[in-house]
């Protein structure tokens, strides 16, 4: 009879794939050609149960997972806003959860940022943010500047806004070029460490460009202090500092998407505390990864401006805006942050990766290792070969998700020692096998 129930298990398990590779997209994926995927049946602590096996997880589910998986204290949370009620339209109505959460975010970012747009998901706080820019500058009598500017080698998520920003030249979005809005791109910032000469003379052409470009630009956005998907880059934080200056000389705003780096990451709880921008951009982590959310900050200056524009208003509201299970889990979450002492666990991890991966750079095919706060990066001199480097990383008890030339791991801050080693372990094995 056992015998029977595996069978009927492992029959159930076949299916469910088998309905997926016919009928289901993956993040960039394609239907005729499907990319493998292995198949979740549970999720505890820092461990994911990916094809009947327990693997620690290196990705934290894309950034989002800091406090790990079935925490109790966000179980709850949920629990107990489900219970009072699910979702309900922000439109003419609000709620305790939406509220405490705005409190929450406008206590624990830095001073000035204090008016709260709550997204649905990431991309869509940057097109908040993007409209709000611009329609700040409408409403300060200056509708010609409808650009951004941006560096090299960023990403801001997949609508049409975000890819906009994404580097045109070989980011991942490259595809679209043409159909998006145009924005002006300046040189990826000089890596942290790379020296004054550097800075320089990357901050020379910033200036050139903004001064020349000045009466169409709205808005500066970046991702500050490390690049995500476009190339998981760590640059010096005095370009935020040179940005902000130019910025205030020249009208423009400047925007933090702090959606990767935001709760932690780096070792900021926001990388906005070193430079405050007008408007930030948070998603992600901000609950803990367990619903969908992202929020816009914006200095009131910003809201005043947005005021003086023809419609006077935000013209943006999305159907699960402020989704109250979401809000107060982001709660629960980021209280639960704020508890723990994240600034040693962050720089512990930190050290044990930066110790790890060190000598990764002695492999054949390694170009480069680097990491900051609770992120490492292991950089090839070739494309990973993502299955072959996946498959090593699953056998050697790791999840993983490499791409283009990297691979990286931003764990969950929770995660211990013993399973920092095995991610160092499965992280080596995919360098080997990718
Ligand atoms: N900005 C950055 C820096 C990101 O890493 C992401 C995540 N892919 C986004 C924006 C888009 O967020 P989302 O996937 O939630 O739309």
Redesign the pocket.
């Known amino acids: 009879k056992a015998q029977a129930v595996v069978e009927e298990a492992a029959r159930g398990r076949l299916e469910t794939l088998a309905f997926d590779r016919e009928h289901l997209w993956h993040p960039y994926t394609s239907m005729t050609e499907p990319a493998p995927v292995r198949l979740v049946t549970g999720a505890r602590g820092c461990e994911l149960e990916v094809d009947g096996r327990w693997v620690v997880d290196g990705m934290s589910s ?2 989002a997972a800091i406090h790990g998986y079935r925490h109790p204290v966000l179980d709850a949370a949920v629990r107990d806003q489900v219970e009072r009620f699910s979702h309900v339209m922000f439109g003419g109505l609000t709620h305790e959860p939406a509220v405490t959460l705005g409190r929450r975010l406008v206590d624990v970012t830095p001073t000035g940022l204090e008016r709260v747009f709550l997204a649905d ?6 097109e908040v943010a993007v409209k709000m820019a611009l329609q700040y500058q409408r409403g300060i009598g200056r509708p010609e500047r409808r650009k951004l500017l941006t560096v090299r080698g ?6 049409f806004h ?1 890819m906009s920003v994404t580097d045109p030249d070989g980011g991942m979005h490259t595809m679209w070029s043409g159909l998006l809005p145009e924005q002006v791109f300046a040189q990826v910032p000089p890596r942290a460490g790379a020296g004054t000469g550097h800075l320089e003379s990357w901050m020379l052409a910033l200036e050139r460009q903004v001064v020349r470009r000045r009466d169409e630009l709205a808005a500066i956005i970046v ?1 500050p202090l490390l ?3 476009g190339g998981m880059r760590h640059y010096d934080s005095e370009c935020l500092r040179v940005m902000r200056d130019l910025a205030d000389e020249h009208g423009l705003l400047l925007i933090f ?5 935001g709760f932690g990451r780096t070792g900021h709880l926001f990388v906005s505390e070193l430079v405050t921008p007008d408007i930030l ?1 948070l ?2 982590a901000l609950t803990g990864g367990y619903l ?1 959310l ?1 929020a816009v900050l914006t200095k009131d200056a910003v809201a005043r401006g947005i005021s003086g524009s023809e419609s006077g208003v935000v013209m943006h509201g999305p159907t699960f805006m402020g989704n109250p299970m979401a809000c107060a889990v982001a709660t629960a979450s980021i209280d639960l942050l704020l508890a723990s002492d994240w600034p040693s666990r962050v720089a512990s991890i930190n050290e044990r990766l930066a110790t790890g991966l060190e000598p990764l750079q002695e492999l054949p095919g390694v170009k480069d290792v680097r990491t900051v706060g609770a992120v490492g990066v292991v950089q090839l001199d070739h494309p990973v070969d993502v299955v072959a480097a996946t498959d090593a990383a699953v056998a050697a008890g790791v999840w993983l998700r490499p791409f283009r030339d990297l691979i990286y791991t931003m764990p969950p801050y929770v995660i211990a020692d013993e399973e920092l080693d095995r991610l160092l372990h499965g992280i080596t094995e995919a360098v080997k096998a990718g």
């Open positions: 894309w950034w998901s990431g991309s869509v706080s940057v960023g990403y801001h998520g997949d609508t975000p991702e690049q995500g998907a998407d702090e959606i990767a780096t951009c998603g992600k969908s992202a």
